[in-house]
């Protein structure tokens, strides 16, 4: 699976877009990229994932640049409730390969009021 | 829809007695796996099972073992406990292909 770099940490005003970027340049032609997010003490969340084409649902939407070398997860309106550390995942779809993920340190994405 | 349910919530041992940790997936789902999160490092997959066999393992000793149910529950052993065996075991589910979901874990804490 390719390797993802992200950044440290972030911060967001309360009902501001969070915009969490992610590098994956390595990116192989059938690699997905994925998101969790995981909240202090629980188990980690699946939020979306995509393979080109920007994607969006009732959580957040993901943007794939074109060359697929980077992306960008966007919360819409960040409310307290989504500090936590953020996954940026890259693997594929399906195969042999398909039976791991793995998570790097992430993005501790903080809230503030 | 019921999520991943994990069992127990908290349990405590001690070093060389045995833990059991069981996982209920998502109705449908036939696939399950088990990640370690040691305080402070990352979340290491364990062990991968699909209709009822074990088709992949991660990078840990024999003593960690498992096995799934008929009814796609799963369970994970960890014998001859360490004090370094002490994380958070997480267990996910998915159809093949499919993202994973996971549950809240089991902290287990060896003493």
């Known amino acids: 699976d390719a390797k993802t770099t992200q950044p440290p940490s972030m911060d967001c005003a309360e009902g501001r877009a969070a915009n969490l970027p992610c590098n994956h340049s390595?990116?192989?032609?059938?690699?997905?990229v994925y998101w969790y997010r995981q909240i202090h003490s629980q188990g980690p969340q699946y939020i979306i994932h995509?393979?080109?084409n920007n994607e969006t649902n009732e959580m957040a939407s993901l943007i794939i640049t074109e060359d697929r070398k980077s992306s960008t997860l966007i919360l819409p309106h960040a409310t307290l409730r989504d500090t936590a550390v953020y996954y940026c995942?890259?693997?594929?779809?399906?195969?042999?390969?398909?039976?791991?993920?793995?998570f790097g340190k992430g993005t501790l994405l903080t809230v503030n009021p | 829809e019921a999520g991943v349910t994990q069992s127990p919530t908290h349990l405590i041992k001690t070093r060389g007695q045995q833990a059991t940790l069981r996982c209920s997936p998502i109705?449908?789902?036939?696939?399950v796996y088990w990640y370690q999160q040691a305080l402070g490092l990352g979340l290491q997959f364990l062990l991968w099972?699909?209709?009822?066999?074990?088709?992949n393992r991660g990078n840990f000793p024999p003593r960690f073992s498992g096995r799934q149910f008929p009814n796609y529950s799963s369970e994970l052993n960890v014998n001859a406990l360490e004090l370094e065996d002490s994380a958070l075991y997480l267990c996910?589910?998915?159809?093949?292909?499919?993202?994973?979901?996971f549950g809240d874990g089991t902290r287990l804490s060896i003493l």
């Open positions: 995509g393979l080109k």
């Open positions: 995942i890259v693997r594929v779809y399906s195969g042999g390969s398909n039976y791991k993920l793995t």
């Open positions: 390595t990116i192989s032609g059938n690699e997905y």
């Open positions: 996910a589910s998915s159809l093949i292909s499919q993202p994973q979901h």
């Open positions: 109705s449908g789902h036939t696939s």
């Open positions: 099972y699909d209709e009822g066999e074990e088709r």
